[in-house]
């Protein structure tokens, strides 16, 4: 053979490894579908029940603990695979000791209802306390996207959207076992997942976006599968975000295949958008506003400066609070953010500040915890900050801190012994005598929990022998300090 002819040859053999290696590797993701299907089912509703626990992202009692948590007394998930619906069925109570840390207090059982299907979704029953009828639709369309991201973060749903999105294959090993990793992009997310030597679904992951912890990993494991009449199904399941819980389940039984799993979306549902982020504009004094939102924040004028209690939520309220102040106060800049408590409500707007060039005002334990989570991959949702990275300035205080200008004070104090967090702060205005307070007082919640964080930030005020006429709380409305007490004397008679 010449040396033209054996190059050639050489040249044809190469490319034909290569295209029998990739089309391998092509059979090898379709080969892993179809054996995983086969052993756990072609499934194309289910519905499953348990009981477990719930854990909200954001909301532990320190930045260093466990998501705060709820136990799930009852659970029922229906998905059709098909049109990527699912409804899930939930009643969930306060632990007991209850867990310090968390949501809005409640002591009655919360019966909740969440819906999407397709890019839309609602809850019905609505979160209560107690539960609204379960005839009324709250359309919830910013829930929509990370609803249908679970569908497919569920063994069967994930083996659907592996094959719908052109998996491809990796080896990986799992107690010194073969396994198959399969790993697809559907829409924004990367998702993979582990099949094991007995073709069962054992662990997906992906990521989703979070204005505090960024690229958030989501992890969800499967184990003590059983076989069922049509498949077989995991009967513990457990997903954590950002490295801690945020459900676990006990299952009690499924059904594979079952009717009417599919969803038909309400009318008020398709016509629903998310609502603008407002800013609604209260004074409070000469140059003390208060600026409505979901979580609410205090602008308090300075001689030169401006300082902002809190920046909530994320990205898109920190720059319509941005756009509100210049119409406020036209000249003057943020300075300072006094942040009051790591709570991701109440924190997932400060990257915006900070690269705006404003210091960060915040307990000492939390900012470890700040600077670790803004170091995180910000890819999903780039905001300023990661558009234009720069270090963080702190100010940080252990019990106090006190912002002076000469004419006005701003008065800083750890809320000692609250139950919401280990290290949430109040704010005081001593000469328009304004407490600025979020999370412990607020006219909409008024249960035995609430009561307890009434009466221990009272004994604080009390304590540090402050005097305010004027309550503030960053969620709910402005409230005459008098009505607060007199809140407190009945509900203590009670």
Same mark, same amino acid.
């Given at each position: 053979?010449?040396?033209?002819?054996?190059?050639? @040859?050489?040249?044809?053999?190469? *490319?034909? *490894?290569?295209?029998?290696?990739?089309?391998?590797?092509?059979?090898?993701?379709?080969?892993?579908?179809?054996?995983?299907?086969?052993? #756990?089912?072609?499934?194309?509703?289910?519905?499953?029940?348990?009981?477990?626990?719930?854990?909200?992202?954001?909301?532990?009692?320190?930045?260093?603990?466990?998501?705060?948590?709820?136990? *799930?007394?009852? &659970?029922?998930?229906?998905?059709?695979?098909?049109?990527?619906?699912?409804? %899930?069925?939930?009643?969930?109570?306060?632990?007991?000791?209850?867990?310090?840390?968390?949501?809005? $207090? /409640?002591?009655?059982?919360?019966?909740?209802?969440?819906?999407?299907?397709?890019?839309?979704?609602?809850?019905?029953?609505?979160?209560?306390?107690?539960?609204?009828?379960?005839?009324?639709?709250?359309?919830?369309?910013?829930?929509?996207?990370?609803?249908?991201?679970?569908?497919?973060?569920? $063994?069967?749903?994930?083996?659907?959207?592996?094959?719908?999105?052109?998996?491809?294959?990796?080896?990986?090993?799992?107690?010194?076992?073969?396994?198959?990793?399969?790993?697809?992009?559907?829409?924004? &997310?990367? +998702?993979?997942?582990? +099949?094991?030597?007995?073709?069962?679904?054992?662990?997906?992951?992906?990521?989703?976006?979070?204005?505090?912890?960024?690229?958030? $990993?989501? %992890?969800?494991?499967?184990?003590?599968?059983?076989?069922? =009449?049509?498949?077989?199904?995991?009967?513990?399941?457990?997903?954590?975000?950002?490295?801690?819980?945020?459900?676990?389940?006990?299952?009690?039984?499924?059904?594979?295949?079952?009717?009417?799993?599919?969803?038909?979306?309400?009318?008020?549902?398709?016509?629903? =958008?998310?609502?603008?982020?407002?800013?609604?504009?209260?004074?409070?004094?000469?140059?003390?506003? #208060?600026?409505?939102?979901?979580?609410?924040?205090?602008?308090? %004028? @300075?001689?030169?400066?401006?300082?902002?209690?809190?920046?909530?939520?994320? %990205?898109?309220?920190?720059?319509?609070?941005?756009?509100?102040?210049?119409?406020?106060?036209?000249?003057?800049?943020?300075?300072?953010?006094?942040?009051?408590?790591?709570?991701?409500?109440?924190?997932?707007? *400060?990257?915006? @500040?900070?690269?705006?060039?404003?210091?960060?005002?915040?307990?000492?334990?939390?900012?470890?915890?700040?600077?670790?989570?803004?170091?995180?991959?910000?890819?999903?949702?780039?905001?300023?900050?990661?558009?234009?990275?720069?270090?963080?300035? /702190?100010?940080? &205080?252990?019990?106090?801190?006190?912002?002076?200008?000469?004419?006005?004070?701003?008065? +800083?104090?750890?809320?000692?012994?609250? #139950?919401?967090?280990?290290?949430?702060?109040?704010?005081?205005?001593?000469?328009?005598?304004?407490?600025?307070?979020?999370?412990?007082?607020?006219?909409?919640?008024?249960?035995?929990?609430?009561?307890?964080?009434?009466?221990?930030?009272?004994?604080?005020?009390?304590?540090?022998?402050?005097?305010?006429?004027?309550?503030?709380?960053?969620?709910?409305?402005?409230?005459? #300090?008098?009505?607060?007490?007199?809140?407190?004397?009945?509900?203590?008679?009670?």
């Amino acid at each position: 053979m010449s040396g033209g002819a054996l190059g050639k @040859f050489w040249s044809g053999l190469v *490319l034909l *490894l290569c295209l029998t290696t990739g089309n391998a590797f092509a059979l090898d993701a379709k080969s892993a579908i179809r054996n995983a299907e086969k052993v #756990m089912g072609h499934v194309q509703t289910v519905r499953y029940s348990g009981t477990g626990k719930l854990g909200v992202v954001g909301m532990n009692w320190n930045p260093t603990g466990p998501w705060h948590s709820t136990d *799930l007394t009852k &659970y029922t998930r229906t998905i059709d695979y098909a049109t990527a619906s699912s409804r %899930e069925d939930l009643v969930r109570a306060q632990e007991n000791p209850t867990a310090l840390g968390g949501e809005a $207090p /409640f002591t009655d059982p919360v019966t909740e209802g969440r819906q999407v299907s397709g890019k839309f979704a609602w809850n019905q029953p609505a979160d209560g306390n107690p539960p609204v009828a379960p005839d009324v639709v709250l359309p919830a369309p910013a829930a929509a996207d990370e609803r249908g991201l679970q569908i497919w973060l569920t $063994p069967h749903g994930f083996l659907k959207a592996a094959a719908a999105n052109d998996a491809v294959t990796t080896q990986g090993s799992e107690d010194g076992k073969k396994t198959t990793i399969l790993t697809f992009t559907q829409g924004k &997310y990367k +998702i993979s997942g582990t +099949i094991d030597s007995h073709n069962l679904v054992t662990h997906i992951e992906t990521h989703i976006p979070n204005p505090v912890l960024g690229d958030m $990993p989501v %992890e969800v494991s499967f184990s003590d599968y059983r076989q069922l =009449k049509g498949m077989k199904f995991p009967f513990h399941i457990l997903q954590t975000q950002g490295g801690s819980r945020t459900f676990e389940l006990n299952v009690t039984g499924a059904e594979a295949n079952v009717a009417g799993a599919a969803l038909t979306v309400p009318a008020n549902v398709l016509t629903a =958008k998310e609502r603008p982020d407002n800013v609604t504009v209260e004074k409070m004094a000469d140059g003390v506003w #208060m600026l409505y939102g979901r979580a609410s924040s205090v602008l308090i %004028e @300075f001689k030169d400066y401006l300082v902002l209690v809190d920046a909530p939520t994320d %990205e898109a309220r920190s720059l319509a609070l941005i756009e509100a102040i210049k119409k406020l106060v036209p000249g003057k800049q943020v300075k300072y953010v006094i942040n009051t408590h790591h709570h991701f409500d109440h924190s997932g707007g *400060l990257r915006t @500040f900070v690269a705006q060039g404003a210091t960060i005002i915040t307990n000492e334990a939390n900012k470890a915890f700040f600077q670790w989570a803004w170091a995180q991959p910000h890819t999903m949702e780039p905001d300023l900050l990661s558009q234009h990275p720069k270090e963080a300035t /702190f100010i940080t &205080y252990k019990n106090k801190y006190v912002l002076t200008d000469g004419d006005r004070n701003v008065e +800083i104090y750890l809320d000692y012994g609250d #139950m919401h967090d280990q290290y949430l702060s109040f704010v005081y205005l001593p000469k328009e005598r304004i407490l600025v307070e979020v999370d412990d007082f607020s006219a909409w919640f008024a249960t035995p929990l609430s009561l307890a964080m009434w009466n221990n930030l009272y004994g604080n005020l009390q304590r540090l022998q402050l005097d305010p006429v004027t309550i503030a709380p960053l969620h709910g409305p402005i409230a005459p #300090m008098d009505v607060w007490l007199k809140t407190l004397r009945d509900d203590t008679a009670k």
